[in-house]
């Protein structure tokens, strides 16, 4: 067998290799580790009061009573379920970027002092500034600053008054809207 030929059976059984590992990677799935919640295990033990402390606004409070939410501060009366459950969200929000806060310039993020604090009971989200490129908004919780989507900071910086119910909505019984 002469050089050449030698070459070709090498060439031909590293493609065979490259073709078998491009295989392998095709179809074997993905092993990503998984992502925790924003909050950890938040999910058996539920939440029972909302609080956000705004910067250049009242802040809001609402208290879970009688398996309905709450406002109870600045206004009184009660919440809108569909802009609770949304606030509740964050509790299971998945980020996949998250670092280190010490390793962070916090303030030049807007973390210290917050833009927004969202209090889950005694769990506190900061929220700073979003990222330029993508709009991705810095969320400290504890020591780990997270990278997640912006979708909750335009609704928790809203009128207050809007996440109350209409004055109609309120008169009904838990009963008469399960109807």
Not at 114 to 130: K, M, N, Q
Request: with cysteine; proline share 8%; aromatic share 6%.
């Amino acid at each position: 067998m002469n050089v050449l030929t030698q070459r070709r059976w090498i060439n031909r059984g590293l493609l065979g290799l490259a073709v078998g590992l491009a295989v392998l990677a095709w179809f074997e799935p993905g092993r990503e580790l998984p992502i925790p919640p924003l909050l950890g295990m938040i999910a058996t033990d539920p939440i029972k009061r909302i609080e956000v402390l705004r910067v250049g606004q009242e802040a809001l409070a609402f208290e879970q009573q009688d398996g309905r939410w709450r406002m109870i501060a600045p206004n009184s009366g009660w919440a809108n379920p569909i802009l609770i459950r949304r606030v509740l969200e964050v509790a299971t929000l998945r980020c996949s970027l998250q670092y280190p806060a010490t390793e962070l310039d916090r303030p030049a993020l807007h973390l210290e002092p917050p833009r927004l604090r969202l209090r889950l009971d005694d769990r506190e989200i900061r929220f700073g500034a979003t990222t330029p490129t993508d709009g991705l908004r810095y969320l400290q919780v504890g020591a780990t600053v997270h990278l997640c989507p912006d979708r909750l900071y335009p609704l928790l910086t809203s009128a207050a008054a809007g996440f109350l119910t209409s004055a109609i909505e309120s008169l009904e019984s838990p009963a008469t809207k399960a109807e």
